[in-house]
Structure formats: structure tokens, C-alpha cells
């Protein structure tokens, strides 16, 4: 069966170093990932995409990877905030209507 | 701006009582989603429409039934709710077509079944 795995449930990292997230699946040949944030209370909110062939995204502080062979995503936050602090989830698309199947996200902190 | 709004933030009801949640979104999306998130399982899919009148199960859509009789409008119903049922419901839309992938997602209902 499909499943995707973020492979940390919590991270902690000191204010200005680099968080990396990861987020590995089987069973899927997915078009593009996802990647969402989510604050305690509140719905997610999408942050980058990236498609199958693509190798690397780049949004201001987050980048994004994606390597269809070894089936990974992994998730940057360069110079972190206590302001990133939130819990990040992956999602892959499936069928005609792109359900998103999520990984469990990972909460991640980030210590002044 | 876009926006997704769900009718109630917080709810609590009875063991056997039929559950409405509704869910509205203002972009006319076509797809539009029921998820429930538990912690340690994630976000999981119950049910989706890709157009008025059509419904789709997604992955747990036992004791869940949906209607969508309007395209900004996707209801959610607990026919007889239950403790197991006791999680936080989230709605989201999207349009077709490449380079609309993106999920919008409601504020989520927290309902708790007593």
C-alpha cells in the first residue's frame, strides 16, 4: 500500500542554523509533492511544490528537493526564526482530483 | 483573497446525534475535500467532490456521508456520531489544471462526541 513517512515527529534547532525535514514514500509515482505548514489550531497552509522533474525549489528561506529514485523530499528552512516554528507536512497527489495523501508532519521548534 | 470557511470552530455533541459540518469557499473551486487529523495518523482523506452532485469515498468514509448541492458548498454529515469520531475535521478545495495544485484549507472543526 501507498505510504509516506516524515521521519521525525519533533525537531529542535538553535535560531540561524539550517532545519532539514525529510520526507520518504513507497508505493507511489507521484506527479509532485507538497510541502504545507501548519500552526496549532489551524488549518495547513501550502508552502512550495515541486514536480517529479524537477530537482531542486527555492522560496526566499525554503527549499525544496525531490529525487524519484531514492523516493525522498527533503525540506530546508535556511536561517530559522522561532517564527518558523510550526509543524511541517508533506503531501504527495493522487487521482483525477489530486487527493493529497499526508505524511504525519514533523513539529518543529526553533530556540532562540 | 482566498478563503475557505467552515461553519463552526468548536463543537461537542452526543454519542448517536446526526453531525453537520459544512464547509464553503469562495474561489470557485471544482474539488473540494473532507480531511480529519488525528495526532500520529496525520491528515486523512474521508471523502471528495469534484463537481455539484458528485462524491467521491476517500480513505475512511465509514460513518461519514457528504453532500455537495452547490459548488461552494461541501457538507460534511455524521449520520450517527460516535466516540471515535471525536478528531479535528479539516475542508480544503482546489481548482483543475497545472499550476492550480494548491490546497486551500478552513480553520478546522474540533468536535468532540461524548
Known amino acids: 500500500s501507498q505510504k509516506i513517512e516524515q521521519n521525525s515527529e519533533a525537531l529542535n534547532i538553535q535560531e540561524g542554523k539550517t532545519a532539514t525535514l525529510t520526507c520518504n514514500y513507497t508505493?507511489?509515482?507521484?506527479?509532485?509533492l507538497q510541502w504545507y505548514r501548519q500552526d496549532p489550531g489551524r488549518g495547513p497552509v501550502f508552502l512550495l511544490l515541486?514536480?517529479?522533474?524537477?530537482k531542486e525549489k527555492r522560496k526566499e528561506r525554503l527549499k525544496v528537493t525531490f529525487d524519484t529514485t531514492l523516493k525522498q523530499s527533503l525540506f530546508h528552512i535556511t536561517a530559522s526564526q522561532p517564527a518558523d516554528s510550526a509543524t511541517y507536512l508533506c503531501?504527495?497527489?493522487?487521482?483525477?482530483?489530486?487527493?493529497?495523501?499526508f505524511g504525519s508532519g514533523t513539529q518543529l521548534t526553533v530556540l532562540p | 483573497d482566498v478563503k475557505v470557511t467552515q461553519s463552526s470552530r468548536y463543537l461537542v455533541k452526543r454519542t448517536g446525534e446526526k453531525v453537520f459540518l459544512e464547509c464553503v469557499q469562495d474561489?470557485?473551486?471544482?474539488?473540494m475535500f473532507w480531511y480529519r487529523q488525528d495526532p500520529g495518523l496525520g491528515l486523512r482523506l474521508i471523502y471528495f467532490?469534484?463537481?455539484?452532485?458528485?462524491?467521491e469515498k476517500g480513505d475512511i468514509p465509514e460513518g461519514y456521508s457528504v453532500s455537495r448541492e452547490k459548488k461552494e458548498r461541501f457538507s460534511l454529515i455524521l449520520e450517527s456520531a460516535s466516540t471515535n469520531q471525536t478528531s479535528m475535521y479539516l475542508c480544503?478545495?482546489?481548482?483543475?489544471?497545472?499550476?492550480?495544485?494548491?490546497?486551500?484549507f478552513g480553520p478546522g472543526t474540533r468536535l468532540l462526541v461524548l
Open positions: 480544503a478545495s482546489t481548482a483543475p489544471g497545472e499550476g492550480l495544485e494548491t490546497q486551500y
Open positions: 508505493n507511489y509515482s507521484p506527479a509532485y
Open positions: 515541486i514536480r517529479e522533474n524537477e
Open positions: 503531501a504527495l497527489a493522487r487521482g483525477s482530483a489530486r487527493q493529497l495523501t
Open positions: 474561489m470557485d473551486h471544482e474539488n
Open positions: 467532490s469534484y463537481d455539484v452532485k458528485m462524491k
